[in-house]
C-alpha cells in the first residue's frame, strides 16, 4: 500500500496544515513528495493552506505546490466543509458538489471577510467613496465565481479539473455543457454505462490505460479533445472500441491515438472492433484515428477491424486515419474507415496502411481503403494508404481502394495507392481501383484511380482500374461497361464521358462499351491524366 492510502498518514497530514506546523509538514513531504500533489474532495491543496490560515506552510511550499501539474485526490474533511462554509456564507450557493475550490477563489472569499478599510467613523462623503468600492469588489469576487465554475451551458459550461470530478459527471446521466480545465488520466478500469454529457475538452488530453471501452454508449456530445490509450493487450470476444461501443450522439474534433495488440478468441457471430465506434447510430466529424493495431483472430469466425465504426447507420465527415498508422490482421477484414456502411461517409481519407494474412481454406480476406461494404452513400473520399493482402490457402480475395463490396452509390471518390496480393494456384482475386465486386444496382460515379497492381500472373484473377468484377451490366452515368483482367501497355486512360481517371498498369484494365478504352483520352504520364479537369 502507498503512503498516501494510510489513513492515519493522511490525517498527520491534515493536523499539520490545521496547526500550521511547517515542521511536521516537511516530514511528511520528505516522506513522499506526493503529499504536495493531494487534493482534498474539493479543495486544492493549495486552497486547504489558505483555509486553515497556514501561512508558514504557503510561505515555504507554495511554488511547489502550484508546480505540480496532476492531483492525488483524496476524501474530504469534515472540518474542512465547515470552516469553508463559515467563511463563504451566501456565497456557499456558487460552489457545487462538483466545483473544485482553488487558491483564487478562498483569496476572493477572505477579501470579502475582512473590513476593506478598517473600523473608522464614516462621512456622508466618505460613504458615498468607499460603497462602490465594496461593490466592485464584490461584483468581481461574483463574476469570478461564475466563470470559475460555470453554469453548465453551452456559452458558460462547467469546468472540469480533476479525474473524480470527470468520473462524477460521466456517470451522472447529465445533459449539461462541461469544459476540461486540464489534463486528465483516468484510471484502470475506467468505463461508464451511457455519456450524456457535452463535453468539450478544450484542446486537452484525456490518458486512458485501459482495456476498457471508455462508453458502452454515448448519447451526449464529445469535441475538441484527444484520448490517449497507450500502449494495449487486450483479448477480443465480442464487440470492442476504444471509446464507445453505440454512439448516438456526436463526436466531434476527436483524437484517438493507440497501440494495441489484440487476440481473438470468439466462438460464434460477428466481431467488430473500431477505434471509434462499433456502432455508429450518430455523428463522428472532424476526427482523427492514429493507430498501430495487430489483431490475431484465434478462429476462422467473421472478424473486422477498422479505424472509425464497425457498423455505420450514421454519418462519418472530413474524418480521417493518419500516416503512418498500420492495421495488421490475420484472419482479420480491415478497412479505414467502417466495415459495413448503411449511411453516409463524406469527405474522408485513410491514409492508413491495411495488411491482412490468412491460411484457411473457410478464411475469404475483404480489404479496402474507406469501408469493405457499402449499402448507403461515400461520396469526397480517397484511399492513400496501401494494400497488402497474403493467403496460403484456396479461396476468394475482395479487395477495393475505396470498397470492397458496392451495393449502395459512390460517388467523387478516389484511390492513391499500391494493391500488393499474394496467393496460390486456384485462388480468387476480385481487384479494383475504387470497387472490388460490383452489385447491379449500385452505382459508381466521377470516381478515379491512380494505383498500380501488383499481384501474380495467375487464373482466376480480376482486376480493373474501377471496378475488378461485376455480373451485371454496370452503368456509371450514360457508359455501360464490364471489367476483366487483360494485360495492358502500362498507358494511362480518363473516360471523358463519366469524369473518371483510370491508371492501366500491369493487370488492370478497364473496358467501355465493350471497347478496350473506348471513347477516353489517353496518356502517356500521369501527370497527364491529373492536368485534365475530370481529375479532381
Same mark, same amino acid.
Given at each position: 500500500?502507498?503512503?498516501?492510502?494510510?489513513?492515519?498518514?493522511?490525517?498527520?497530514?491534515?493536523? *499539520?496544515? #490545521?496547526?500550521?506546523?511547517?515542521?511536521?509538514?516537511?516530514?511528511?513531504?520528505?516522506?513522499?513528495?506526493?503529499?504536495?500533489?493531494?487534493?482534498? /474532495?474539493?479543495?486544492?491543496?493549495? *486552497?486547504?493552506?489558505? @483555509?486553515?490560515?497556514? =501561512?508558514?506552510?504557503?510561505?515555504?511550499?507554495?511554488?511547489?505546490?502550484?508546480?505540480?501539474?496532476?492531483?492525488?485526490?483524496?476524501?474530504?474533511?469534515?472540518?474542512?466543509?465547515?470552516?469553508?462554509?463559515?467563511?463563504?456564507?451566501?456565497?456557499?450557493?456558487?460552489? /457545487?458538489?462538483?466545483?473544485?475550490?482553488?487558491?483564487?477563489?478562498?483569496?476572493?472569499?477572505?477579501?470579502?471577510?475582512?473590513?476593506?478599510?478598517?473600523?473608522?467613523?464614516?462621512?456622508?462623503?466618505?460613504?458615498?467613496?468607499?460603497?462602490?468600492?465594496?461593490?466592485?469588489?464584490?461584483? #468581481? $469576487?461574483?463574476?469570478?465565481?461564475?466563470?470559475?465554475?460555470?453554469?453548465?451551458? %453551452?456559452?458558460?459550461?462547467?469546468?472540469?479539473?480533476?479525474?473524480?470530478?470527470? +468520473?462524477?459527471?460521466?456517470?451522472?446521466?447529465?445533459?449539461?455543457?462541461?469544459?476540461?480545465?486540464?489534463?486528465?488520466?483516468?484510471?484502470?478500469?475506467?468505463?461508464?454505462?451511457?455519456?450524456?454529457?457535452?463535453?468539450?475538452?478544450?484542446? &486537452?488530453?484525456?490518458?486512458?490505460?485501459?482495456?476498457?471501452?471508455?462508453?458502452?454508449?454515448?448519447?451526449?456530445?464529445?469535441?475538441?479533445?484527444?484520448?490517449?490509450?497507450?500502449?494495449?493487450?487486450?483479448?477480443?470476444? &465480442?464487440?470492442?472500441?476504444?471509446?464507445?461501443?453505440?454512439?448516438?450522439?456526436?463526436?466531434?474534433?476527436? *483524437?484517438?491515438?493507440?497501440?494495441?495488440? %489484440?487476440? /481473438?478468441?470468439?466462438?460464434?457471430?460477428?466481431?467488430?472492433?473500431?477505434?471509434?465506434?462499433?456502432?455508429?447510430?450518430?455523428?463522428?466529424?472532424?476526427?482523427?484515428?492514429?493507430?498501430?493495431?495487430?489483431?490475431?483472430?484465434?478462429?476462422?469466425?467473421?472478424?473486422?477491424?477498422? /479505424?472509425?465504426?464497425?457498423?455505420?447507420?450514421?454519418?462519418?465527415?472530413?474524418?480521417?486515419? @493518419?500516416?503512418?498508422?498500420?492495421?495488421?490482421?490475420?484472419?482479420?477484414?480491415?478497412?479505414? !474507415?467502417?466495415? !459495413?456502411?448503411?449511411?453516409?461517409?463524406?469527405? #474522408?481519407?485513410?491514409?492508413?496502411?491495411?495488411?491482412?494474412?490468412?491460411?484457411?481454406?473457410?478464411?475469404?480476406?475483404?480489404?479496402?481503403?474507406?469501408?469493405?461494404?457499402?449499402?448507403?452513400?461515400? =461520396?469526397?473520399?480517397?484511399?492513400?494508404?496501401? !494494400?497488402?493482402?497474403?493467403?496460403?490457402?484456396?479461396?476468394?480475395?475482395?479487395?477495393?481502394?475505396?470498397?470492397? $463490396?458496392?451495393?449502395?452509390?459512390?460517388?467523387?471518390?478516389?484511390?492513391?495507392?499500391?494493391?500488393?496480393?499474394?496467393?496460390?494456384?486456384?485462388?480468387?482475386?476480385? %481487384?479494383?481501383?475504387?470497387?472490388?465486386?460490383?452489385?447491379?444496382?449500385?452505382?459508381?460515379?466521377? #470516381?478515379?484511380?491512380?494505383?498500380?497492381?501488383?499481384?501474380?500472373?495467375?487464373?482466376?484473377? +480480376?482486376?480493373?482500374?474501377?471496378?475488378? !468484377?461485376?455480373? *451485371?451490366?454496370?452503368?456509371?452515368?450514360?457508359?455501360?461497361? $464490364?471489367?476483366?483482367?487483360?494485360?495492358?501497355?502500362?498507358?494511362?486512360?480518363?473516360?471523358?464521358?463519366?469524369?473518371?481517371?483510370?491508371?492501366?498498369?500491369?493487370?488492370?484494365?478497364? +473496358?467501355?462499351?465493350?471497347?478496350?478504352?473506348?471513347?477516353?483520352?489517353?496518356?502517356?504520364?500521369?501527370?497527364?491524366?491529373?492536368?485534365?479537369?475530370?481529375?479532381?
Amino acid at each position: 500500500m502507498h503512503i498516501l492510502e494510510d489513513d492515519i498518514f493522511k490525517h498527520q497530514v491534515l493536523t *499539520a496544515i #490545521c496547526k500550521d506546523d511547517c515542521l511536521a509538514f516537511s516530514k511528511y513531504v520528505d516522506k513522499s513528495r506526493r503529499v504536495l500533489s493531494l487534493q482534498f /474532495g474539493r479543495f486544492t491543496l493549495i *486552497a486547504l493552506l489558505y @483555509l486553515f490560515n497556514a =501561512k508558514k506552510i504557503i510561505r515555504n511550499y507554495q511554488d511547489d505546490i502550484l508546480r505540480v501539474k496532476d492531483t492525488t485526490l483524496v476524501e474530504e474533511p469534515a472540518e474542512s466543509y465547515k470552516r469553508f462554509k463559515e467563511i463563504a456564507g451566501t456565497s456557499l450557493r456558487h460552489f /457545487g458538489a462538483e466545483s473544485t475550490v482553488t487558491k483564487q477563489d478562498m483569496i476572493n472569499l477572505l477579501s470579502l471577510n475582512q473590513k476593506p478599510l478598517g473600523v473608522l467613523k464614516i462621512s456622508l462623503l466618505y460613504t458615498a467613496a468607499v460603497v462602490p468600492l465594496i461593490f466592485a469588489i464584490v461584483f #468581481c $469576487f461574483f463574476a469570478s465565481t461564475i466563470n470559475s465554475f460555470g453554469t453548465g451551458t %453551452l456559452q458558460n459550461p462547467y469546468k472540469v479539473y480533476n479525474a473524480v470530478q470527470f +468520473y462524477n459527471i460521466a456517470q451522472s446521466n447529465t445533459t449539461k455543457h462541461y469544459v476540461l480545465t486540464k489534463n486528465l488520466t483516468l484510471p484502470q478500469g475506467f468505463n461508464v454505462e451511457e455519456f450524456s454529457a457535452n463535453l468539450n475538452g478544450g484542446g &486537452k488530453t484525456i490518458t486512458i490505460n485501459s482495456t476498457t471501452t471508455f462508453a458502452n454508449k454515448i448519447t451526449g456530445s464529445i469535441s475538441h479533445i484527444t484520448f490517449a490509450f497507450g500502449n494495449l493487450e487486450k483479448e477480443i470476444f &465480442k464487440d470492442f472500441a476504444f471509446l464507445t461501443l453505440q454512439n448516438d450522439g456526436t463526436i466531434k474534433d476527436v *483524437a484517438i491515438t493507440v497501440t494495441a495488440q %489484440l487476440v /481473438g478468441n470468439y466462438s460464434e457471430g460477428e466481431v467488430y472492433v473500431a477505434g471509434f465506434a462499433a456502432e455508429n447510430n450518430g455523428d463522428i466529424e472532424n476526427s482523427i484515428f492514429h493507430g498501430s493495431i495487430n489483431f490475431i483472430s484465434n478462429t476462422t469466425n467473421d472478424a473486422f477491424f477498422t /479505424g472509425f465504426a464497425g457498423v455505420n447507420n450514421g454519418n462519418i465527415t472530413n474524418s480521417k486515419t @493518419l500516416a503512418p498508422s498500420t492495421f495488421s490482421t490475420v484472419h482479420v477484414d480491415i478497412a479505414g !474507415i467502417a466495415i !459495413i456502411n448503411n449511411g453516409v461517409i463524406s469527405g #474522408c481519407t485513410n491514409n492508413a496502411f491495411l495488411s491482412q494474412t490468412a491460411s484457411s481454406n473457410f478464411w475469404f480476406p475483404n480489404a479496402a481503403g474507406i469501408a469493405t461494404e457499402n449499402n448507403g452513400v461515400i =461520396k469526397q473520399s480517397k484511399n492513400l494508404g496501401d !494494400i497488402f493482402i497474403e493467403s496460403s490457402a484456396i479461396c476468394e480475395i475482395y479487395i477495393g481502394g475505396v470498397v470492397a $463490396f458496392n451495393y449502395g452509390e459512390i460517388d467523387n471518390c478516389g484511390n492513391e495507392s499500391n494493391i500488393q496480393v499474394e496467393h496460390i494456384e486456384n485462388t480468387y482475386v476480385f %481487384l479494383g481501383g475504387v470497387v472490388g465486386y460490383a452489385i447491379s444496382g449500385s452505382t459508381v460515379k466521377n #470516381c478515379f484511380t491512380i494505383m498500380q497492381f501488383d499481384f501474380e500472373d495467375k487464373p482466376r484473377a +480480376y482486376s480493373g482500374g474501377i471496378i475488378g !468484377i461485376t455480373h *451485371a451490366t454496370y452503368s456509371i452515368e450514360f457508359s455501360t461497361w $464490364f471489367i476483366h483482367l487483360v494485360l495492358s501497355n502500362n498507358f494511362y486512360y480518363a473516360n471523358t464521358a463519366n469524369g473518371i481517371a483510370i491508371l492501366h498498369d500491369d493487370f488492370g484494365a478497364l +473496358y467501355i462499351g465493350g471497347n478496350m478504352a473506348g471513347g477516353a483520352e489517353k496518356k502517356n504520364t500521369e501527370d497527364g491524366i491529373r492536368e485534365l479537369s475530370l481529375y479532381f
